[in-house]
Structures are given as C-alpha cells and as structure tokens.
C-alpha cells in the first residue's frame, strides 16, 4: 500500500494502475469506510483512498478543531483491507496560496443540510472536484448516510460532465441501529443509548407507509413523534423529500421517497435517513 502526501506523487502513481475506484475520506474510519473500499477494489480491482479533513465544509462554529483524527490507526485499517493508494494531502497541498476558486450546486444545496450550514456543500463540491482530478479514478464510492452530499456530488458530476461514476453504497449500522459515523465518538453513555432514536424515527415512518400512508405531513409527523419521546433529542429537520431534488413532498408516489432527520443529541449533531419504496432501488448502485 503506498502512502502519498502530494498531487505530483498521486498523478506519478495513478500510471501504475488500470482501473482504480475512490473512496474519499476525513479519516478516523470505520466499518462502514472499510465496506466502501472492500466494495471498491471487488468491482474495480484496486483502489485510492483520501483522508482529508477538508476545513472549507466546515463553519466557523462547526467541530474541525475537535473532529477526530488517528492517521496510524486508519492506514492499519486500510491496509488490512486491501486498499494500493492513500492520499494524505496538507491542506497546503490541496489550497495551495492564492487559491480562490469554489464549486458551487445550486438547488440541491439549497435545502435540509444547505439550511443549516451555508456554504457546506460548496467546500465539499469544491475538494471532490479536485479529488477527482488529482487521482483520476474510475468510479468513487460514497455511503448513504450522507445522502444529500451524494445528490450533489451526483449532480456535479452530471453537470460537469466528469468522467467518474459516483456510486451510493447502502449505510452501514451499529447491531442497535445507529447509523455508524465518526462523530458517534463524541457521545457520553447515556447519549449513545439516546442516539437510537433517529433510527427508530426513520423506521417508524417506513412502518407507516409500508401500511399505505402516503401522506407526508403524517410520515413527517410520524418521525416527529417519536423524536419528541426522548428528552435528549433536539431535531433541526425532519423530511419527506425526492430523493434527487430534495424537494419536500406531499404525497409520495410510486417513486418513493427519502426520509431524513438531522437531530442533536447533547453537543453531537447526528443525521440520518432511509429510502422509501422504489426509491432505493434506482439511488443505490
């Protein structure tokens, strides 16, 4: 596995390899990271790695100070799985001097994480582009669980004509639900145990419509209700949304839907969401 710190070493590599799949990272990984890269090198036969914590999608109040880090513990975890390349660029590396260039989505931005944190997905667009140009790969894989950043990364790729395929891998789960996340880090005990919640929301609106409710206010309802039983949740948003638009529905037909929340539990923000109907079947591939 080689370990590469700059671009002129990434481009000198990416010669040595046909195929390559890419699964770009903050670092401090877990199994649902390791499930992209094993999912990666099945398909494409071998795969990079980036670990970035990319300050340009953070806010000036979000945690970039405090997001956990462990490079020597991540590149053991990588190489047991199997992964060629790990891009582990400075961030002089990646927003050399002078750089002052931002790719920006407009409308699938706009809503649910958009809200909250403006400018997020601009700082995310921007490092996946040059990501992608950097290493150059086939096909990069992105988990679920984020899953409008993946609408916009889709929809830059698309828009832009970039020869790379943004593949959506289905979110991986702790055995009690939670969403696996390097955030969770950041939960006391009692938090941890609170932090079901946001699946049992999300599955208590796929209850209600697998019964025929189609109505989105009540599914938003649904997930509300549930939230508002724990008293360590505080929800910032709970969705009915097309799953590529994001625009809120209200009614959800044939097509399904994307159910999301995003909920602080104590200081830790957590989001989360699943596909309802037909709607995973042409999201996740």
Known sequence: MKVLTTRAEVREARQAFGRLGFVPTMGYLHEGHLSLVRAARARMGAVAVSIFVNPTQFAPTDDLARYPRD???????????GCDLVFTPGVEEIYPAGFSTRVEVDGVTAPLEGAVRPGHFSGVATVVLKLFNIVRPDAAWFGQK???????????AADLDLPVEVIVAPTVREPDGLAMSSRNVYLAPPERAAAVVLIRALRAAEAA????????DRLREVMSDVLAAEPLARPDYVSIANPDTLAELETVDARGALASLAVRIGSTRLIDNLLLGDAAQKWLR
């Open 146 to 156: 984020d899953a409008q950043q993946c609408a916009v990364l889709r929809r830059m």
């Open 71 to 81: 490079l020597e513990r991540d590149l053991a975890l990588l190489k047991a799985a």
């Open 209 to 216: 419509f697998e019964t025929g409710e189609r109505n989105a």
